[in-house]
Protein backbone atom coordinates (compact mmCIF):
# COMPACT_ATOMS: atom_id res chain seq x y z
CA UNK A 1 0.00 0.00 0.00
CA UNK A 2 1.37 3.39 -0.99
CA UNK A 3 2.23 5.43 1.71
CA UNK A 4 0.42 9.50 1.86
CA UNK A 5 3.07 12.29 2.06
CA UNK A 6 -0.21 14.23 3.10
CA UNK A 7 -3.76 14.80 3.14
CA UNK A 8 -4.98 18.12 2.61
CA UNK A 9 -8.37 20.03 3.48
CA UNK A 10 -9.68 23.79 2.36
CA UNK A 11 -12.85 23.18 4.13
CA UNK A 12 -14.61 21.96 7.26
CA UNK A 13 -17.27 20.04 5.43
CA UNK A 14 -14.55 17.86 4.01
CA UNK A 15 -13.63 16.93 7.79
CA UNK A 16 -17.41 16.17 8.39
CA UNK A 17 -17.94 14.14 5.41
CA UNK A 18 -15.25 12.48 5.90
CA UNK A 19 -12.74 13.33 2.67
CA UNK A 20 -9.68 15.30 1.69
CA UNK A 21 -9.30 18.16 -1.29
CA UNK A 22 -6.76 16.08 -2.01
CA UNK A 23 -3.95 13.46 -1.52
CA UNK A 24 -0.10 13.08 -2.46
CA UNK A 25 1.90 10.50 -2.40
CA UNK A 26 5.75 10.95 -4.04
CA UNK A 27 4.88 12.86 -6.95
CA UNK A 28 1.86 12.55 -7.73
CA UNK A 29 -1.33 14.69 -6.42
CA UNK A 30 -4.69 13.60 -6.39
CA UNK A 31 -7.86 16.44 -6.23
CA UNK A 32 -11.11 15.11 -5.72
CA UNK A 33 -13.63 16.75 -7.55
CA UNK A 34 -14.09 20.25 -7.54
CA UNK A 35 -17.16 21.85 -7.43
CA UNK A 36 -18.63 24.90 -7.21
CA UNK A 37 -19.12 25.86 -3.58
CA UNK A 38 -17.82 28.33 -1.03
CA UNK A 39 -15.75 27.69 1.58
CA UNK A 40 -18.76 26.22 4.09
CA UNK A 41 -19.60 23.98 1.09
CA UNK A 42 -22.90 26.30 0.02
CA UNK A 43 -23.43 26.11 -4.16
CA UNK A 44 -22.05 29.05 -5.74
CA UNK A 45 -24.02 30.63 -9.47
CA UNK A 46 -27.11 28.48 -9.71
CA UNK A 47 -27.98 27.99 -13.46
CA UNK A 48 -25.12 29.48 -14.17
CA UNK A 49 -22.61 27.16 -15.96
CA UNK A 50 -19.01 29.37 -16.98
CA UNK A 51 -19.77 31.27 -13.35
CA UNK A 52 -19.16 27.59 -11.70
CA UNK A 53 -16.46 26.66 -14.25
CA UNK A 54 -14.84 29.64 -13.44
CA UNK A 55 -15.11 28.78 -10.07
CA UNK A 56 -14.29 25.27 -9.78
CA UNK A 57 -10.84 26.23 -11.90
CA UNK A 58 -10.07 28.48 -9.78
CA UNK A 59 -10.77 25.69 -6.56
CA UNK A 60 -8.24 23.21 -8.84
CA UNK A 61 -5.57 26.40 -8.98
CA UNK A 62 -5.46 27.19 -5.34
CA UNK A 63 -4.80 23.75 -4.28
CA UNK A 64 -2.25 23.58 -6.73
CA UNK A 65 -0.59 26.06 -5.41
CA UNK A 66 -0.78 24.85 -1.81
CA UNK A 67 1.13 21.98 -3.31
CA UNK A 68 4.01 23.92 -5.26
CA UNK A 69 2.15 23.38 -8.70
CA UNK A 70 0.13 24.97 -11.29
CA UNK A 71 -1.75 23.90 -14.47
CA UNK A 72 1.23 22.70 -16.16
CA UNK A 73 1.53 20.02 -13.21
CA UNK A 74 -1.96 18.23 -14.49
CA UNK A 75 -2.03 14.83 -16.04
CA UNK A 76 -5.37 14.15 -16.07
CA UNK A 77 -8.56 15.52 -15.67
CA UNK A 78 -11.59 13.53 -15.57
CA UNK A 79 -15.03 16.28 -16.13
CA UNK A 80 -18.47 15.49 -14.74
CA UNK A 81 -21.39 17.51 -15.84
CA UNK A 82 -25.05 17.64 -16.10
CA UNK A 83 -24.93 19.89 -19.17
CA UNK A 84 -22.53 18.54 -21.61
CA UNK A 85 -23.34 21.54 -23.87
CA UNK A 86 -22.88 23.88 -21.69
CA UNK A 87 -19.53 22.39 -21.16
CA UNK A 88 -18.64 21.85 -24.89
CA UNK A 89 -20.18 25.87 -25.24
CA UNK A 90 -17.42 26.64 -22.12
CA UNK A 91 -14.43 24.83 -22.99
CA UNK A 92 -12.64 28.02 -24.55
CA UNK A 93 -12.65 29.19 -20.45
CA UNK A 94 -11.06 25.80 -20.05
CA UNK A 95 -8.49 25.73 -22.89
CA UNK A 96 -7.53 29.19 -21.08
CA UNK A 97 -6.68 27.30 -17.62
CA UNK A 98 -4.17 25.66 -19.76
CA UNK A 99 -2.90 27.90 -22.35
CA UNK A 100 0.88 27.65 -20.78
CA UNK A 101 1.15 24.30 -20.51
CA UNK A 102 0.63 20.96 -22.63
CA UNK A 103 -3.02 20.03 -22.35
CA UNK A 104 -3.83 17.40 -20.08
CA UNK A 105 -4.99 13.70 -20.83
CA UNK A 106 -9.11 14.41 -20.16
CA UNK A 107 -12.32 12.39 -19.95
CA UNK A 108 -15.62 14.35 -20.40
CA UNK A 109 -19.10 12.72 -18.49
CA UNK A 110 -22.51 13.52 -18.85
CA UNK A 111 -24.27 12.72 -15.47
CA UNK A 112 -27.67 13.11 -14.30
CA UNK A 113 -26.64 14.58 -11.23
CA UNK A 114 -23.93 15.87 -8.34
CA UNK A 115 -24.53 16.08 -4.74
CA UNK A 116 -26.27 19.45 -4.80
CA UNK A 117 -29.15 19.68 -7.39
CA UNK A 118 -27.68 22.92 -8.37
CA UNK A 119 -24.46 22.34 -9.30
CA UNK A 120 -23.38 21.66 -12.48
CA UNK A 121 -20.31 20.36 -12.98
CA UNK A 122 -17.43 18.52 -11.05
CA UNK A 123 -13.34 18.30 -12.16
CA UNK A 124 -11.07 15.79 -10.53
CA UNK A 125 -7.36 16.31 -11.18
CA UNK A 126 -4.05 14.04 -10.99
CA UNK A 127 -1.19 16.16 -10.73
CA UNK A 128 2.57 15.89 -10.26
CA UNK A 129 5.18 17.71 -8.84
CA UNK A 130 7.72 16.68 -11.65
CA UNK A 131 8.11 19.18 -14.14
CA UNK A 132 6.71 18.83 -17.92
CA UNK A 133 7.13 21.00 -20.48
CA UNK A 134 4.78 23.27 -22.59
CA UNK A 135 5.81 22.38 -25.96
CA UNK A 136 5.86 18.84 -24.94
CA UNK A 137 3.10 17.68 -27.32
CA UNK A 138 3.44 14.52 -29.44
CA UNK A 139 1.03 13.77 -32.24
CA UNK A 140 1.40 10.04 -33.80
Not at 60 to 67: E, N
Not at 76 to 82: A, D, G, L, S, V
Not at 91 to 119: G, M
Request: glycine residues 6%; negative net charge; proline residues 4%.
Amino acid sequence: MAKLAHAYQRRELEKRVGYSQAVSTGELLFISGCVSWDLQGNPLHAGDFAAQLETVYADIDATLKAHGMDAGSVLKETIFTTDMDALIASNPRRVRYYQHATPPASTWVEIKRLVHPDLMLEVEIIATSARRSAGDTRVG
